[in-house]
């Protein structure tokens, strides 16, 4: 049978759409942005022990004095660990999908719950959404707005949106039709009908259906991590990426502790506006007034929102009064940026972890702002062509990254090589006897499981090694490369050589791997993997020309393999997370580099001094 070319098709849909509606995807993504922006300052704004108060009032309002303590000192763990921020960027992308799903769901059930036939035609259409694996939504999503937040948001509603559709035409439908009956034989319009009869006695249901959608959402934070979305899936994906279970707990805590809190306060504000709700809360009360239960004691809706009132005022003269208004730093001569932000993207590989950390050491030294964020390789040149990434310096050109290239060229800048030639290889560590070259791994997949240690399946080299190098040498269904990540292969790596098993892994050189173990790399006589790239430096179309004194830096950038080795080794010594303090700590034993890197004229000196005079 003919394969059916329905990707093909599907490709060229996708490229239609964004040629004919780029202005919708425009101003979709502007006033996602804004939304995400504005939640996020309120958020952000207040001292985190402060809004922790606040919220802990609201829990104590909506649930007793036990959730408040509970809430108070879960958002208390969240600040202790240094991901308060992470976690309100977090909730600002929930709260938003949330919104806008909302908006759509609600109406959309209600039709639904009123025709049968928006029903019958929905319902295919909501099993498909739910059904469909989240990260396809990703895909899309970074076709038409890009990396950042933005594809997470648009993710996340459209995984979101079934259940809210769902619960609000259940509990619409659930009402009892013989009080609707009775409503319409009063006289009352179907507009007050719904109003005032089913939306009422149908919220219990449609508050759980919202429960629901903010849970999916919480579920595609780390998700939306992975094409720059921010917030604990960023740390949470940095962790993955990094083998870093320390980070990788702190971050999942902390989302529990996000899930928990707005879990139990949506149930509670579910019974505080429904009717039979309030019933129930007004027994409990009575209940708790005769028992006199400090601990299940909440105050009335007055003393609660006047205490909140009261936490904001105080959380908002801390936050925005307690700021430095003076106006930043100074000009100086080494303040070229003056605080201009910057966008640099990496793969998780040593020396683009490396190389990006040491750029934006340098950078931030001559005043700029600059944010680093780990993508995959596909994320990382979608995001450069689109704008969304300023620059990145980890690409193999011209044969390992040589798809990105040919899809992305026209929309990117090749600063040139600043370190080569490098290889890849397949390597063993060197107690494996008779394996030395690739073709000695032909009838031998028994000992090493029949598996191939691989990194990212995105990675350019990946790609080489499944459609070439294992054809070149006839090793196709013996073996089975096992995609995963950098550090889960080094971490395969270190587990097989400490009980001398034999493992074949994916390597590259330069690598400080090589240094740590000892290992072969296997002979390519045919040439498989190519003659070698070099580590070459791209940018977005026309960064050159927005920023041509750090255009001129990053083309004149070289390093030697002493001094990129070096790095990576005392990136690795320092440990995860701490690869600026490294890079600090290198420069300083390596004194000269950084002028020598981004060297600053007579000519900018003198212009930064007038401007600090001005």
Do not use: C
Not at 229 to 235: N, V
């Amino acid at each position: 049978m003919p394969r059916l070319r329905l990707g093909d098709w599907i490709d060229g849909s996708v490229d239609w759409l964004r040629a004919q509606l780029s202005w919708l995807f425009d101003a979709v993504s502007s006033v996602v942005t804004g939304l995400y922006d504005g939640i996020e300052a309120v958020l952000s704004a207040p001292q985190p022990l402060l809004f922790a108060g606040i919220l802990a009032v609201a829990a104590w309002w909506l649930r007793g004095l036990t959730a408040a303590v509970l809430a108070f000192a879960g958002f208390a763990l969240i600040d202790s660990i240094e991901l308060w921020d992470e976690a309100m960027s977090t909730l600002s992308l929930v709260l938003v999908a949330t919104l806008v799903t909302l908006a759509i769901a609600v109406p959309l059930g209600i039709w639904a719950a009123r025709s049968k036939t928006v029903s019958a035609v929905l319902r295919p259409v909501l099993d498909f959404m739910q059904t469909m694996p989240a990260m396809v939504y990703l895909i899309p999503g970074i076709i038409f707005f890009g990396v950042g937040v933005v594809p997470g948001i648009i993710a996340t509603i459209v995984f979101a949106l079934p259940p809210g559709v769902r619960m609000t035409e259940l509990g619409i439908r659930q009402v009892d039709g013989e009080l609707v009956e009775a409503a319409e034989a009063f006289g009352t319009t179907p507009r007050n009908t719904l109003l005032r009869v089913q939306l009422p006695l149908a919220l219990p249901t449609i508050m759980a259906g919202i429960n629901q959608v903010i849970m999916l959402g919480l579920s595609m934070v780390v998700i939306a991590g992975m094409v720059g979305g921010g917030g604990l899936g960023g740390a949470v994906y940095r962790a993955i990426g990094n083998v870093d279970i320390g980070l990788g707990f702190e971050a999942g805590v902390s989302i529990v502790i996000l899930a928990m809190y707005l879990d139990r306060m949506t149930g509670a504000l579910g019974r505080q506006v429904s009717p039979q709700g309030r019933r129930a809360l007004a027994k409990a009360r009575a209940a708790a007034s005769r028992g006199a239960r400090v601990w299940s004691h909440r105050p009335q809706p007055v003393t609660a929102l006047a205490g909140v009132v009261v936490l904001a005022l105080v959380a908002g003269g801390m936050g925005f009064l307690g700021k430095d208004t003076s106006g930043g730093t100074a000009a100086d001569a080494t303040n070229i940026g003056q605080g201009k932000k910057l966008t640099v993207g990496y793969i998780p590989w040593d020396e683009g972890i490396a190389s990006t950390f040491l750029w934006k050491e340098l950078l931030e030294r001559r005043g700029f702002e600059v944010d680093a964020q780990q993508l995959e390789a596909g994320s990382l040149y979608t995001g450069m062509a689109g704008g969304q990434i300023d620059f990145e310096t980890d690409s193999w050109l011209p044969v390992t990254h040589a798809q990105y290239w040919a899809k992305y060229k026209n929309k990117l800048e090749d600063m040139g090589s600043w370190y080569g030639p490098t290889s890849l290889e397949l390597s063993v560590p060197s107690y494996v006897k008779g394996v030395d070259s690739l073709d000695d791994l032909k009838g031998k997949a028994g000992q090493f499981k029949g598996r191939i240690i691989g990194i990212e399946p995105s990675a350019g080299m990946m790609g080489i090694l499944k459609d070439k190098v294992l054809k070149d040498y006839g090793l196709e269904g013996e073996y089975k490369v096992v995609d995963g990540s950098t550090p889960g292969m080094l971490a395969e790596l270190k587990r097989a050589y400490d009980k001398k098993e034999p493992v074949a892994v994916t390597l590259w050189s330069p690598h400080w791997a090589y240094s740590t173990y000892d290992l072969k790399k296997l002979k390519d006589p045919k040439v498989s993997w190519g003659t070698g790239d070099g580590v070459h430096t791209l940018a977005r179309k026309g960064f050159a020309a927005d920023n041509p004194q750090v255009g001129a830096w990053l083309k004149n950038f070289k390093m030697t393999e002493k001094q990129l080795t070096g790095l990576e080794a005392r990136i690795q010594e320092t440990g995860k997370g701490k690869e600026q303090e490294a890079v600090r700590a290198w420069l300083k034993e390596n004194p000269g580099l950084a002028d020598q890197w981004t060297p600053v004229s007579k000519t900018e000196k003198a212009a930064a001094a007038r401007s600090d005079s001005e």
